[in-house]
């Protein structure tokens, strides 16, 4: 599946709702890094990288396939935010991580990652909410921090080498049926 292919798809689960610059950085190339190689984050620091990393596997969890982390969306995360996203996208974003340590604080913890998961769900399930509100009123602006996330999560993974080889079960010769009645068809193919 190419780059194309897959942000097709994900805006379809997302609804049409992705940023432009989600798209261009998608469509650009923008990718986790180089296997291997140490990240090191440039606008995710302070411990958000770690954040974001936990926010993902959240999102997408590891089952019997990798999840979020394996597929290292924070640095998918944090390289878009640093090469793609305008400053008041990058700013906006880093206000929804605060945002989400506000949340966890009201919660009498240190940290959302200090949380247990029962906790950190209940709160992610609590901005899915307030997205999917801001979303049915169409109100104007920019989208929800959850929905910017979810987003970065959704196409850092299924872009990945993981999210495509590991979770995406890609048939390239489409399925096959080895008995279909020519009526169904209407006339033969070549």
């Known amino acids: 599946m190419d780059r194309r292919t897959a942000l097709q798809r994900i805006a379809v689960l997302m609804g049409g709702a992705i940023s432009a610059s989600t798209a261009a950085g998608v469509l650009g190339?923008?990718?986790a890094g180089e296997e291997g190689a140490v990240f090191k984050a440039r606008t995710l620091t302070q411990g958000r990288d770690e954040l974001v990393a936990t926010l993902s596997e959240l999102i997408i969890p590891e089952t019997d396939t990798p999840?979020?982390?394996a597929a290292r969306v924070h640095e998918f995360?944090?390289?878009?935010?640093t090469d793609w996203y305008d400053e008041a996208e990058t700013e906006e974003f880093l206000a929804g991580l605060e945002d989400?340590?506000?949340r966890a604080y009201e919660q009498g913890a240190a940290s959302f990652i200090d949380l247990d998961s029962e906790q950190q769900t209940k709160i992610l399930i609590q901005m899915e909410q307030e997205a999917e509100l801001w979303q049915?009123?169409?109100e104007p602006g920019t989208a929800p921090f959850f929905q910017t996330m979810k987003s970065l999560t959704l196409f850092g993974y299924y872009t990945s080498e993981v999210g495509a080889t590991q979770e995406l079960r890609v048939n390239p010769m489409g399925v096959y049926k080895p008995d279909i009645p020519f009526s169904e068809i209407g006339r033969a193919w070549a």
Do not use: T, Y
Not at 77 to 81: K, V
């Open 100 to 102: 989400v340590q506000q």
């Open 67 to 69: 999840g979020a982390r």
């Open 136 to 138: 049915e009123n169409g």
């Open 77 to 81: 995360a944090d390289n878009m935010l």
């Open 29 to 31: 190339g923008c990718s």
